[in-house]
């Protein structure tokens, strides 16, 4: 350290110079370094501020994106569930759509079942009622071939013959010896059979309606099927010797 300087003054007491020109250049000097580290420090503070401000601007992007990204997976995850619930009401549908249909099925095979029951029981009742259709052709052949003779004889005393018609289902009977001025002359009546109620459909001679409706209401009421031939042989020969007797008086 610098010794001061010593100056005498009009007393003649010596009195020290101070000099502070070291001590200035020193201040100066620490001062200039202090700016420099003021500048640098303000400097690094601006840098760090600036890439403070740029991560945060970019933090700022960042969170945008993982937001956007966020409602984006927040829109996908509701059109999924979406989807799920539709998936599993269409598999719920078709889950029922598919009960339905075997239900439908069991019944149909059920039903099937039945009906090839019922078939096999008509084919069984078919085939006894065949049987005994062909026992009773059998046994009506039969019959008739002994018949046969008799009948040629009834026929002979009788003059009365039966026969099919063209027509299906319709019967001729036909008679001769009735006329005592013609024994060979033929006279007949066809009667329908197609149906349970029988039915005249022609006749010769006209016989009076009433006396037809009468004999053929008897017989669908009876079912006397002979005793509706005799009556309708008297009715003709009652006929025939009416006007027998109206030929003679003319």
């Not at 101070?18 to 001062?31: A, H, M, N, P, R």
């Not at 640098?40 to 990204?69: F, M, N, P, R, W």
């Not at 989807?83 to 059920?110: M, N």
Request: some cysteine.
């Amino acid at each position: 350290m610098e010794q001061p300087t010593l100056r005498t003054t009009a007393s003649g007491q010596p009195q020290p110079i101070l000099d502070f020109s070291e001590t200035i250049s020193k201040v100066s000097d620490f001062l200039a370094r202090f700016d420099l580290y003021a500048q640098h420090v303000k400097s690094t503070i601006q840098e760090e501020k600036h890439e403070y401000d740029a991560k945060k601007l970019q933090h700022s992007e960042d969170l945008k994106g993982l937001d956007a990204e966020i409602e984006d997976t927040k829109s996908a995850q509701k059109e999924l569930w979406e989807t799920v619930a539709s998936e599993r009401a269409a598999d719920a549908a078709y889950r029922a759509k598919i009960q339905t249909l075997q239900s439908q099925r069991a019944s149909l095979a059920q039903q099937s079942s039945e009906i090839q029951a019922e078939i096999n029981e008509l084919r069984t009742k078919l085939e006894a009622k065949k049987k005994a259709k062909q026992l009773q052709k059998a046994k009506l052949k039969a019959q008739a071939e002994r018949n046969g003779p008799e009948l040629e004889m009834l026929q002979s005393k009788t003059g009365c013959t039966i026969t099919g018609t063209k027509a299906n289902d319709k019967l001729k009977f036909s008679f001769s010896l009735i006329n005592p001025d013609d024994w060979a002359k033929e006279y007949y009546f066809i009667i329908d059979v197609a149906s349970p109620s029988y039915a005249l459909s022609d006749m010769k001679p006209e016989i009076p309606e009433s006396v037809v409706e009468n004999l053929v209401s008897e017989l669908n009421r009876t079912r006397k099927f002979y005793t509706f031939v005799k009556q309708m042989r008297s009715a003709i020969k009652e006929e025939i010797e009416r006007r027998r007797l109206e030929s003679r008086r003319s």
